[in-house]
């Protein structure tokens, strides 16, 4: 079936440097996408979200960039802390129906 | 305001049992999904309720069976327990088409 899921499963910053996290989506039909951050021990916690309309969103240090032409979804963190360390998951929900379809993750480490 | 909380935190069950999970939505929430994280990889939507039905499913077994009750609360039932079920078991609620909130999870654990 399809599926949503991530090019790096690991992805190693410097503290407050910029990072940039990676997606790929299958189904074209997807009409709503967000990034969950989970810390080990903890359920997933939302940090952003883009409809399909639009390509790009900011919020407090994050950015979302959707690339609709290539299936492409991007979630930029800005001046990355220490804090931001966890497991980076998009996920998508179709235009029919609320469920989450996740990628498989990927892992970011903040050297101090 | 309380988020999504679970019940346990963490369970140990034998093959072959039965386990119940419970999970209180966020308060203004009236939606409940259930999700099956194994380690390492990333959440498998399980089913959805809604009104005290199920409303949507994913690609799980009859062995796996839920329940909605008028406060919105939620139960997650596995019958027949396999080793394969080992697992993070995570309750998100929502309300609209308001992005989902996430529980900490239930680690079960099959021996």
């Known amino acids: 079936g399809e599926s949503v899921g991530l090019h790096l499963p690991t992805l190693s910053v410097q503290e407050g440097d910029n990072s940039i996290i990676n997606c790929a989506y299958s189904?074209?039909?997807?009409?709503?996408f967000i990034w969950y951050k989970q810390e080990s021990g903890k359920g997933p916690q939302f940090i952003i979200d883009?409809?399909?309309?639009?390509d790009k969103r900011q919020g407090q240090r994050v950015t979302v960039l959707l690339n609709k032409t290539v299936k492409h979804l991007s979630l930029q963190i800005a001046a990355t802390q220490p804090g931001d360390s966890a497991v980076y998951f998009c996920?998508?929900?179709?235009?029919?129906?609320?469920?989450?379809?996740f990628g498989g993750g990927t892992r970011l480490m903040v050297k101090p | 305001d309380a988020g999504v909380t679970q019940s346990p935190t963490h369970l140990i069950k034998t093959r072959g049992q039965q386990v119940t999970l419970r999970c209180s939505p966020k308060?203004?929430?009236?939606?409940v999904s259930w999700y099956q994280q194994a380690l390492g990889q990333g959440p498998q939507f399980i089913f959805q309720y809604y009104e005290e039905e199920e409303r949507q499913r994913g690609n799980f077994p009859d062995r796996f069976s839920g329940h909605q009750f008028p406060n919105y609360s939620s139960e997650l039932n596995v019958n027949a327990l396999l080793l394969g079920d080992s697992a993070l078991y995570l309750c998100?609620?929502?309300?609209?088409?308001?992005?989902?909130?996430f529980g900490s999870g239930t680690r079960l654990t099959v021996v």
């Open positions: 998100a609620s929502s309300r609209d088409s308001s992005f989902s909130t």
């Open positions: 996920a998508e929900i179709p235009n029919a129906g609320n469920m989450l379809t």
């Open positions: 308060s203004g929430h009236d939606t």
């Open positions: 189904n074209s039909a997807s009409d709503y």
């Open positions: 883009i409809r399909s309309n639009m």
